[in-house]
């Protein structure tokens, strides 16, 4: 095995609890298994903290009233069950940790009310959660010959990217998240406004969101790989220049993706 070989598999065991776990690395005892086991579980305490200091900044700034910090469910028992099956960076865990995540800082109050100064607690803990979970799972580090080849060809029926999420709030966070990180000494609050947010990622990593009304929200919801352009247009209620108006900024956003033929 060459070393860059041998340097990849070593960084899959550290990133991998199943495959660190697996016959086929134990087997190569390339490591002492104890001293692996501790340094990857330092890793992924690191490798979360960032992700929930980053995607959980709102509530964290509200731990003065809540007296809840999101990231100290890192110190818990539920998550260090959770590095059993951790694989770091993955859309899975990134459910599961955004979800000890959200449980930690509700535990505030008994559920389902929030605190009378944070009616809209519960609509800001989905859109955070939702956030982290939109920016795991694999990217694209750089455009290859082979993709670029690909995206040239006829595309076919749209569909909507994993990760992908369309949020229906009570309350309009948009307008409210800029001055939870200014200086404050009441609580700002949050318009008691319906809103539908779509939290997206492009395939090199960005994560958006974006106010989506109705149109949005239907061609998302219904571009499931299968439809043609045509039906879509028709369940959407959509004119086929309009549709077309929407799939290009979806696509931009990194929402919906198109399949493309050989």
């Given at each position: 095995?060459?070393?860059?070989?041998?340097?990849?598999?070593?960084?899959?065991?550290?990133?991998?609890?199943?495959?660190?776990a697996?016959?086929?690395?134990?087997?190569?005892a390339?490591?002492?298994?104890?001293?692996?086991?501790?340094?990857?579980?330092f890793?992924a305490?690191?490798?979360?903290?960032?992700?929930?200091?980053?995607f959980?900044?709102y509530?964290?700034?509200?731990?003065r009233?809540?007296?809840?910090?999101?990231?100290?469910?890192?110190?818990s028992?539920?998550?260090?069950?959770?590095?059993?099956t951790?694989?770091?960076?993955s859309?899975?865990?990134?459910?599961?940790?955004?979800?000890?995540?959200?449980?930690?800082?509700?535990?505030?109050?008994?559920?389902?009310?929030?605190?009378?100064?944070?009616?809209?607690l519960?609509d800001l803990?989905?859109y955070?959660?939702a956030?982290?979970i939109?920016?795991?799972?694999?990217?694209?580090w750089r455009d290859?010959?082979?993709?670029?080849?690909?995206?040239?060809?006829?595309?076919s029926?749209?569909?909507?990217?994993?990760?992908?999420?369309?949020?229906?709030?009570a309350?309009?966070?948009?307008?409210?998240?800029?001055?939870?990180?200014?200086s404050?000494v009441?609580?700002?609050?949050a318009?008691?406004?319906?809103?539908?947010?779509?939290?997206?990622r492009?395939p090199?990593?960005r994560?958006?969101?974006?106010?989506?009304?109705a149109a949005?929200?239907?061609?998302?919801?219904?571009?499931?790989?299968?439809?043609t352009?045509?039906?879509?247009?028709?369940?959407?209620?959509?004119?086929?220049?309009?549709?077309?108006?929407?799939?290009?900024?979806?696509?931009d956003l990194?929402?919906?993706?198109?399949?493309?033929?050989?």
């Open positions: 095995m060459r070393d860059r070989e041998l340097q990849d598999l070593v960084l899959r065991a550290l990133a991998d609890a199943p495959f660190r697996s016959r086929e690395w134990r087997d190569r390339l490591v002492e298994p104890g001293r692996l086991e501790r340094f990857a579980r890793l305490r690191h490798f979360y903290y960032e992700r929930i200091v980053h959980f900044k509530s964290r700034a509200l731990a009233v809540t007296g809840r910090c999101p990231e100290a469910v890192l110190k028992a539920d998550f260090d069950a959770l590095l059993a951790a694989v770091l960076g859309r899975e865990t990134a459910r599961d940790v955004a979800g000890l995540a959200v449980r930690h800082v509700k535990e505030v109050t008994p559920p389902p009310p929030p605190p009378p100064q944070l009616p809209y519960n803990l989905r955070e959660e956030m982290m939109a920016e795991a799972g694999p990217r694209m290859s010959a082979h993709e670029r080849a690909a995206g040239s060809r006829e595309p029926a749209p569909e909507r990217v994993e990760g992908t999420a369309l949020l229906d709030l309350y309009d966070l948009p307008a409210v998240l800029p001055r939870l990180l200014q404050w009441e609580v700002p609050q318009p008691a406004q319906p809103v539908k947010l779509l939290i997206a492009s090199h990593g994560v958006t969101v974006a106010r989506a009304d949005v929200a239907s061609v998302v919801e219904l571009a499931d790989g299968r439809k352009l045509e039906q879509l247009a028709r369940e959407a209620g959509l004119r086929a220049t309009d549709l077309e108006t929407t799939l290009v900024g979806l696509s990194g929402a919906v993706r198109f399949a493309t033929g050989s």
